[in-house]
């Protein structure tokens, strides 16, 4: 398995594409550290992701604080000894509206958890990346930061920052072994997309099949990326196959930017 032998870090795990890439992770032999800011859905999340509890840990963090940082890289390391990616997911989304119908505290908040929240993260696990001899960082940007879809300018503004970021991270981090990429995706299907559909689908009168269509009927895969799929390729660049891929960004989004 491509992940055997070790541990990840993710963090934004809820009911969509952080509980994939924890999923994901396991699958690929990993020990994995679930992260996030509930405690009690994150305890259950891990609980159906391993019932055996041999190769998961749920441990609730805000990466918005420092300490909260530090303590769930702790307890990764006294866990399962390591700590050899870090898969960053937790994000602020909800940073809507143009220049003068935006919240812009929303977008401060955009800004301190998708940028300043991610680097938070790696003050923390960086240091014991590099007594392991490296590691892997995953960052989840949006393909929002290079094609206006939604009003959303703030979260995609914070996107387009951390995947800057990711380039000078990259460069710092790469003489400690540690690479830095970002998995960009677009569209995915999963629970929050799901309502976004049928939400849709009921207030104009029309199928979800016909919603679909309309928003992937010009991607040439003519279908939605799934969560799981945005998932593998972050196993991809947490494996040994990516060992010489750093700052580099993947846009997993069925090849709707070819339009």
């Not at 934004?12 to 924890?22: I, K, N, P, Q, Y």
């Not at 997911?89 to 919240?103: N, R």
């Not at 690479?179 to 939400?199: A, C, E, H, I, K």
Request: aromatic fraction near 6%; include cysteine.
């Amino acid at each position: 398995m491509l992940l055997r032998n070790k541990t990840t870090v993710v963090t934004g795990v809820g009911s969509g594409l952080g509980r994939e890439m924890a999923t994901a992770m396991l699958a690929a032999g990993a020990n994995v550290v679930v992260a996030a800011r509930s405690a009690d859905g994150l305890r259950q999340t891990a609980k159906e992701l391993d019932p055996t509890g041999e190769r998961i840990l749920a441990h609730p963090a805000d990466i918005c604080d420092d300490e909260s940082c530090r303590s769930l890289v702790a307890a990764a390391v006294d866990r399962f000894g390591s700590v050899d990616g870090v898969v960053q997911v937790a994000a602020f989304e909800d940073a809507f509206g143009g220049l003068f119908d935006a919240d812009l505290t929303k977008w401060s908040r955009a800004f301190d958890t998708n940028v300043v929240g991610s680097l938070r993260l790696l003050r923390a696990a960086v240091p014991v990346m590099k007594e392991r001899g490296g590691g892997s960082v995953v960052l989840v940007g949006s393909q929002s930061a290079f094609k206006v879809a939604m009003p959303q300018a703030g979260y995609a503004a914070s996107k387009g920052a951390l995947l800057s970021a990711m380039y000078y991270l990259a460069d710092e981090l790469g003489p400690d072994g540690i690479r830095v990429n970002t998995v960009v995706p677009s569209w995915m299907w999963g629970p929050n997309v799901q309502l976004y559909v049928d939400f849709r689908a009921q207030t104009e009168g029309r199928t979800t099949d016909e919603i679909l269509a309309e928003i992937t009927g010009g991607f040439p895969l003519r279908r939605m990326t799934e969560d799981r799929e945005v998932a593998d390729t972050a196993v991809f660049f947490c494996s040994d196959l990516s060992r010489a891929v750093t700052g580099q960004y993947l846009l997993v989004n069925s090849g709707e930017l070819m339009r």
